[in-house]
């Protein structure tokens, strides 16, 4: 008798497996998309922030009018508070650009995935946003007051990334066709980003009421004041929007980048190898520039 037909096996789904190497690509495309996009619209914000930012902590804290806030600002203090936007927004926007989609392949509904995105990034970037509120405002820096007014912002940021998750559902509903343009994710991008800001700003003068100088500090009904909410929140709304606005921008080539690099690296094996030597090559490199530096500061010393 004729021997039985070997059984028939579905591929395992193992690293090596093309199907899931280019999921894991696609993936990984979409989170390096994002996080460009947050370093963009880093770079806008840091820019816009030097000069507002003073202008907005001094409004929102003190409670000063806006043209006093402009007399007060000082051109050796924006200079220097650049610095401290410029490295504290290429850490904050691209880390909750690349939370948000990483926490979208979570199979909860939309509401939850914007709350969890707000935790993650409340917990994990609060003493890097209270390090730069108090530079702004030229208070004293310490470990104790990095993680000041824990509640107010997490519940602010809680209610910004369920917003976020909201209306950009439905900023894309409205003409899913378009929605790949450049001129729609600006518009969509814009029009959420301000929605967010201004229906979590309530989080943000609770923060600003807790962060006020004890010396200085107002009473509740004194600092909250509805002009000076409206102008403080809208000059942070229009920053944080125009800078990820113009940062979606970037977002497709990015993605197109990577894509592009995974279908060389797939047709390439042998450049996997030679990344992990470059890589090894610059960190023994590092390694040899840090030993020569020592070298020469020891031999200064004798």
């Not at 509120?133 to 470990?143: D, E, H, N």
């Amino acid at each position: 008798s004729s021997l039985p037909a070997p059984a028939h096996h579905e591929p395992l789904a193992t690293p090596l497996n093309p199907a899931r190497m280019a999921a894991q690509m696609d993936f990984m495309g979409r989170v390096l998309g994002a996080a460009s996009q947050g370093a963009v619209g880093a770079l806008v914000a840091a820019s816009l922030s030097a000069v507002t930012e003073p202008i907005v902590n001094n409004m929102l804290v003190n409670r000063a009018t806006f043209s006093q806030a402009i007399a007060e600002l000082d051109v050796e203090k924006v200079q220097s508070f650049l610095k401290t936007t410029l490295s504290t927004n290429f850490i904050k926007f691209p880390f909750f650009e690349a939370t948000s989609v990483i926490v979208q392949g979570i199979d909860v509904n939309p509401m939850l995935k914007g709350a969890i995105t707000g935790s993650i990034f409340c917990t994990t970037t609060l003493p890097i946003t209270n390090y730069r509120f108090r530079k702004s405002m030229g208070l004293p820096i310490s470990a104790s007051n990095l993680y000041q007014a824990y509640p107010q912002t997490v519940l602010r940021d809680i209610i910004y990334g369920i917003v976020r998750n909201k209306v950009m559902g439905f900023m894309v509903s409205l003409n899913p066709q378009a929605a790949g343009t450049n001129s729609r994710r600006f518009i969509n991008m814009f029009a959420t980003v301000i929605a967010a800001c201004v229906i979590s700003a309530p989080g943000n003068e609770l923060r600003g009421y807790t962060l006020q100088p004890h010396a200085k500090a107002l009473p509740f009904f004194e600092f909250f004041k509805p002009e000076k909410f409206v102008r403080s929140t809208s000059i942070g709304a229009l920053i944080m929007a125009i800078s990820l606005g113009i940062g979606t921008l970037a977002t497709p080539q990015v993605e197109k980048l990577w894509t592009a690099i995974g279908t060389y690296l797939k047709t390439n094996p042998v450049s996997y190898l030679l990344i992990v030597l470059f890589a090894l090559h610059n960190i023994l490199e590092a390694r040899r520039q840090g030993q020569v530096v020592k070298a020469l500061g020891d031999k200064k010393k004798a």
